[in-house]
């Protein structure tokens, strides 16, 4: 499956009789409607690369000479596709299924990840489940990263969907994770605060306290410190996208070990001890562990409460650390 197309443009003097950027960018890419052109830039799509003082507007052309990068994605199959792919299903009724993702998969299809996603496993063990919200992302009313282990809820039903959907976003939901993250130089237990949104400089990284961001709360308490790495339990008050590796990394200056895109694993491995440098050395992924989902049902009312332990790959890395302590 082809991925997103990268396009750079570069703003000349016989461009300056557009006037707009937007009318610009049609222009050029006549294939792309100015509601196609203004769904990429807010979704920041269209942004100057190498120059952080020039702040792109659509109804404004910028300075001659800016070099501008546009990312076209691939078009999106018009709705998720069943596949058999097994499932560890931790309760189920009518109207929702709880479910403990592995490390490694993907929540929903989206570029570049069209296939082997959460969403194609669902829909295989509940077919009716394709009309239910979004049809690209079907019954889905959270996500976890590609990486990140754990408890996850599915609905079943539009109902449920819906009332999933007002939960998260009052956030009425008990979420708590845990996590090995590097470092132990700070107090047993706080509040991470901060306003996070994407990263100006790496549209792969979300970051702390820049434009657009919106409000992010951690709550982390230690479990166990050990030598050079610490257990850490984390709980949400907010959700926002990498909120917990963001917090961890950015305002703890202690990210999550295997975090290739908050921290550097190489360096990381070359400071643990021996036993779980050699444990971790190919292992692809952040250490984080979602183990706890709690909210009231939308349908039935009652509190539920939902938790998994974390994967081996993390049990063995503890069981190293508490050999070392």
Do not use: W
Request: glycine residues 6%; charged residues 25%.
């Amino acid at each position: 499956m082809s991925e997103t197309k990268k396009f750079q443009i570069t703003v000349s003097h016989e461009a300056l009789h557009f006037k707009r950027l937007d009318k610009l960018l049609v222009d050029r890419f006549p294939d792309l409607s100015r509601n196609v052109i203004k769904n990429l830039f807010e979704k920041n799509n269209i942004y100057v690369e190498n120059n952080p003082n020039i702040k792109l507007e659509l109804k404004k052309l910028p300075p001659v000479g800016t070099e501008i990068i546009i990312l076209i994605p691939e078009p999106e199959p018009s709705e998720a596709q069943p596949e058999n792919i097994p499932l560890e299903i931790l309760f189920e009724d009518e109207h929702l299924v709880i479910i403990n993702k592995p490390a490694g998969m993907v929540t929903h299809p989206a570029p570049g990840n069209y296939t082997g996603t959460l969403v194609n496993a669902v829909l295989h063990h509940c077919p009716d489940l394709l009309g239910v919200g979004d049809q690209k992302r079907p019954g889905i009313v959270h996500r976890l990263d590609k990486g990140t282990s754990g408890v996850m809820v599915v609905a079943k039903t539009p109902v449920c969907h819906a009332g999933l959907v007002n939960l998260f976003s009052t956030h009425d939901i008990t979420r708590e994770y845990e996590a090995l993250i590097m470092g132990t130089k700070f107090l047993p237990s706080g509040t991470l605060e901060s306003h996070i949104g994407r990263d100006p400089n790496n549209r792969l990284k979300m970051a702390n306290n820049v434009r657009n961001a919106k409000k992010a709360i951690t709550h982390y308490k230690v479990s166990n410190f050990y030598e050079k790495v610490t257990h850490a339990i984390m709980t949400l008050e907010t959700g926002r996208t990498h909120q917990i590796r963001v917090h961890l990394s950015g305002l703890l200056k202690a990210p999550i070990l295997c975090d290739e895109t908050y921290g550097n694993p190489k360096q990381q491995l070359k400071r643990v001890p021996s036993g779980l440098a050699s444990l971790l050395k190919d292992y692809p992924h952040p250490l984080l562990h979602a183990r706890k989902l709690g909210f009231v049902h939308p349908i039935t009312k009652e509190e539920v409460l939902f938790e998994k332990e974390p994967p081996e790959i993390f049990k063995k890395a503890l069981n190293v650390l508490n050999q070392v302590k």
